[in-house]
């Protein structure tokens, strides 16, 4: 039976694509770059995501991602008048700015606390992850927060699934569920922990990622059927 459940915050619980696009916005502005339109923003956010997955693999650090993506996409627009390291702490201060819930994840958390502990695990920066989270009020919610940057290790690594259980203890892996977006981060890593997965993929994507997952919904509020099959 499980008992613990694990969120993933941006892209599961929170809406990261509307802060990320608000943020780039923001820093467009204040450094006099002109319009950030939606195509900009979409160039950005293949970059962004393609350095989170090399930091998965273990490829670059986080320190390396935080600039490389901004060095990588002002060569692509051609944009040589703005420092990237500069750019980034602008980027970085707004990002806690926009706080949009997926669906009703804010009521489904809420709603869950009566019978579950409930954590998040974030491969987020440490300072926006934890605005992020008083801002939303999911603080108040959660019974704690698991933040790569203060664990020193990233998800899918199985360190940081250590150090979840390290602080758990005592728990039983199978009573524990990690719920998510991504299949490489989210997914991998609850699979090399040997807890339960559920793999939350609203634009109902093609898993070809060969991992065997326990469950999969489209919608949050599915979440519901599943504790109650369990």
């Not at 703005?82 to 669906?103: A, K, M, N, R």
């Not at 919610?141 to 250590?162: N, Q, T, V």
């Not at 728990?171 to 719920?179: A, D, F, G, L, V």
Request: charged share 30%.
């Amino acid at each position: 039976m499980i008992k613990i459940l694990l969120w993933d915050l941006d892209g599961t619980l929170l809406n990261f694509l509307a802060s990320e696009k608000n943020s780039l916005k923001a820093a467009f502005k204040k450094f006099g770059l002109g319009n950030c339109d939606d195509e900009k923003v979409a160039r950005y956010s293949a970059i962004n995501l393609k350095h989170w997955k090399m930091l998965e693999r273990g490829e670059i650090t986080k320190e390396q991602v935080k600039v490389m993506r901004f060095e990588e996409f002002f060569r692509t627009e051609g944009i040589d008048c703005v420092s990237p390291v500069d750019f980034w702490h602008v980027y970085e201060q707004g990002l806690p700015d926009t706080v949009e819930f997926i669906e009703d994840s804010y009521s489904i958390v809420k709603t869950l606390s009566a019978d579950y502990k409930q954590y998040l695990v974030t491969n987020g920066t440490l300072s926006v992850q934890r605005k992020k989270l008083a801002k939303s009020g999911l603080n108040n919610i959660m019974d704690g927060a698991f933040i790569s940057d203060e664990i020193g290790y990233e998800k899918p690594d199985k360190r940081f699934f250590d150090a979840v259980f390290s602080t758990l203890s005592p728990c039983i892996k199978n009573e524990i569920m990690i719920i998510g977006d991504s299949l490489t981060s989210d997914m991998k890593g609850g699979a090399n922990a040997g807890i339960k997965t559920c793999w939350y993929n609203p634009d109902c994507k093609h898993n070809n990622s060969g991992l065997p997952l326990d469950y999969e919904i489209n919608s949050l509020s599915e979440i519901y059927r599943i504790l109650k099959e369990d």
